[in-house]
């Protein structure tokens, strides 16, 4: 069981195979209504920031822009830390039936964009190309597009490769000899390789888009195949990356079992691969019902790189690095809506640890041509470029023009570039997203996203954790229907978003107020139980530290755990079953604060002893929903009679849609079951147990609910 199949992506040229269509899962519409946006630098939280910053003339008045119903809160803390930007971030994918591939112009617009990888040679045809002969069987192979040509433009461009080794049709040796000609023969030094492409679409949960030549199709034959690949292509190049093909949660076939299966393909691949492979990939090709659908869904990736990465933790797989090498909306795939999902998706996945986002594709060709909510024509092309086709009477733009998502990749470089430090930010609109980064050199960069599609709406910034000196602020926008980023300045305090717009906010700080000391290094979790956990982490550099202060992370808004003049610090009194967002600070003997560590997760056990016992486990799933079996024990000395049992999901996007043996109740993320008839007593002692099931649709993630109450009781979960 699965949901509608979205439209394929198409080879440009004359492929001689046609590739099938990818099931995906049916997504929310975006809430309509008016909402509005405005920029006001001003003080809050840890520590202070300061306001009065002069306005420049012609801006509007700042209390006409709170008073205005088309205004909304911008709220950035420069003190959450929320990872750097790593020279592989900004990715795109290049394909060998792409004869513009490696054209002058091209690589001249690619690295325009800050390209910082290229994926090669091309979605599903990684599973059927032989680099050694150039060939990919069943398909099309444009002149030009050999590696080494390819390689040619990666140097050209500044980038570094991701490699798909074929495993559909190829073997581990051939893999190797592929990891002995780029790094021995021509010295290119390809640090990252895939195994395989969409190796799920291989026919063994039914949709068969990608090749797998392999008598087993299962995950467990592709995990192990797996491990010799990266045997194989390790004894040639030990410092080489190779990573294996996951499923993104909530995307299908995430949840789905084929006949004979143990547990899904995530489920099953992870604990085979789990210290074997380098890293994991997944795809998220979202869709969405219209462009407003579209425009909400990367609100949703946040919590789907979560629960890959508990799935990867509950494996033994904890901290194994994640790439999202394909990703596109599927829904007006050249027009500006696609842009404002380009830079949005591209900052969030990066939020949430990915080391590289890859944009499919350069140049893909022209589709069904269809009309964006702005009026433009849409030519159905997930490619950055136009490819100069046409479909009946209707003709792209010239070839190498960049369609809107180009730009909007583009944009994410005026905010940050690689070793600048992302930081947390927030709005209270449903139709203006916001990222942060703190630049290396003290400047803070806010990029703002406007998704509606006709009204205009003024930034009101509030800042914490960063002093501007205000002076005026660079400000950079996308416009819709816009052929090139405009540029000027603003005043830093409240800042017009064009409808349909990207547009950034570059601050500098004021003098004095930023800590010479260095950023702590990545905590570690070196110990956690129900209540506890315990960090570690390097020092900081550039002074000595007066102290050291842990931060929880609640929203925009950063809470005091402790503070130690060590590097190693224990977190008490947390709740059981809970998930911890943490960050390390160092204090200086003026008492300003460092930049922010890296970002730590801290997932609480469930408590130790408890005079309850809950057993939650999925039976079932298909992507957009899931059958789940939750089963209850009594383990006191005194016999219930009539149990309440209540939960969360930690996931907004998760309904009950139905139930048996329970009467299931919900209240936005809040569960309550109670019995029904027949099952209202739990004796004492774990004399017995009651189970019951539901049915959950999901909208994205839907992690495993960890805090579970009997009667009030927290109970141990297992």
């Known amino acids: ?239 080489i990356k190779v990573g294996a093909v996951l499923t993104t949660p909530g995307n299908w076939p995430d949840g789905v079992m084929a006949s004979g299966d143990g547990a899904d393909w995530n489920h099953t691949v992870i604990p085979i691969v789990a210290g074997k492979a380098d890293f994991v990939v997944v795809h998220w090709y979202p869709g969405g019902s219209d462009a407003a659908g579209m425009l909400n869904t990367p609100s949703q990736l946040m919590g789907e790189l979560a629960q890959l990465r508990a799935e990867l933790d509950a494996a033994g797989a904890t901290g194994t690095p994640i790439a999202l090498t394909e990703t596109n909306s599927d829904v007006l795939m050249d027009t500006q809506p696609n842009a404002l999902f380009a830079a949005d998706t591209y900052f969030t996945a990066l939020e949430g640890g990915v080391f590289t986002v890859d944009w499919w594709n350069t140049h893909n060709g022209v589709g069904a041509v269809s009309t964006a909510p702005d009026g433009a024509t849409d030519y159905g092309d997930m490619g950055l470029l136009s490819s100069g086709g046409c479909t009946g009477s209707v003709c792209e733009p010239a070839v190498n023009t960049p369609f809107p998502p180009y730009y909007g990749i583009q944009m994410l470089s005026r905010a940050g570039r690689p070793g600048d430090q992302l930081v947390n930010a927030a709005t209270n609109s449903a139709l203006v997203s916001a990222h942060a980064v703190r630049q290396a050199d003290g400047d803070l960069s806010v990029l703002l996203i406007n998704k509606d599609p006709s009204a205009s709406h003024t930034a009101n910034l509030r800042l914490s954790g960063y002093t501007a000196d205000g002076s005026a602020a660079d400000v950079a926008v996308f416009r819709d229907r816009a052929s090139a980023v405009d540029t000027g300045t603003g005043d830093g305090t409240a800042q017009e978003l064009p409808p349909y717009s990207i547009t950034t906010v570059t601050l500098h700080p004021r003098s004095g107020t930023a800590s010479a000391l260095s950023a702590p290094g990545s905590p570690k979790v070196t110990s956690v139980t129900d209540t506890t956990a315990t960090l570690s982490w390097s020092p900081s550099t550039g002074g000595t530290p007066v102290r050291y202060e842990v931060y929880r992370r609640q929203g925009t808004t950063s809470e005091l755990l402790t503070g130690t003049t060590s590097t190693t610090a224990t977190v008490r009194n947390l709740v059981p079953g809970s998930t911890y967002t943490l960050n390390v600070l160092a204090r200086d003997a003026e008492g300003r604060l460092s930049r922010a560590s890296a970002p730590v997760t801290v997932r609480t056990t469930s408590p130790a002893e408890s005079t309850c016992r809950v057993s939650y486990r999925l039976t079932a799933g298909w992507g957009s929903g899931f059958n789940a079996e939750v089963t209850v024990t009594n383990t006191g000395p005194a016999p219930i009679d009539g149990w309440t049992l209540a939960f969360a999901f930690p996931d907004s996007g998760v309904t009950v849609a139905g139930y048996w043996n329970a009467k299931v109740g919900q209240s936005g993320r809040n569960v309550v079951a109670t019995p029904a008839p027949g099952n209202t007593t739990l004796a004492a002692n774990g004399g017995n147990s009651v189970s019951f099931g539901f049915t959950g649709a999901n909208s994205g993630a839907y992690s495993a609910p960890t805090v579970f109450t009997l009667n009030g009781t927290v109970c141990t979960t297992t």
């Open 1 to 239: 069981m699965h949901a509608a199949e979205p439209p394929v992506r198409r080879p440009l040229g004359r492929p001689a195979r046609a590739l099938p269509r990818r099931p995906r899962s049916v997504r929310r519409a975006l809430a309509a209504g008016a909402v509005a946006a405005a920029l006001l630098v001003g003080a809050g939280g840890l520590p202070a920031a300061e306001a009065g910053t002069p306005r420049v003339p012609g801006t509007p008045a700042l209390a006409a822009a709170l008073d205005s119903p088309d205004t909304v809160d911008v709220t950035v803390n420069a003190a959450q830390g929320l990872g750097t930007i790593p020279d592989t971030a900004y990715g795109l994918n290049s394909a060998i039936w792409d004869a513009h591939m490696n054209t002058a112009d091209t690589q001249d617009l690619v690295k325009a964009a800050g390209i910082g990888m290229l994926r090669y040679p091309g979605g599903s045809y990684g599973d059927i190309y032989h680099w050694q002969t150039h060939t990919a069987p069943g398909g099309y192979v444009a002149p030009g597009t050999d590696f080494d040509s390819f390689m040619g433009t990666v140097r050209k461009v500044g980038a570094q490769p991701m490699l798909i080794a074929n495993y559909g049709s190829g073997t581990p040796e051939e893999a190797a000899g592929w990891v002995r000609y780029a790094n021995v023969t021509k010295d290119y030094g390809a640090k990252f390789w895939e195994v395989g492409n969409e190796l799920y679409g291989n026919g063994h949960y039914g949709a068969d888009w990608e090749t797998d030549e392999h008598p087993d199709s299962s995950p467990t034959a592709y995990a192990h195949g797996v491990v010799d690949y990266v045997s194989a292509m390790k004894a040639v190049d030990p410092t």
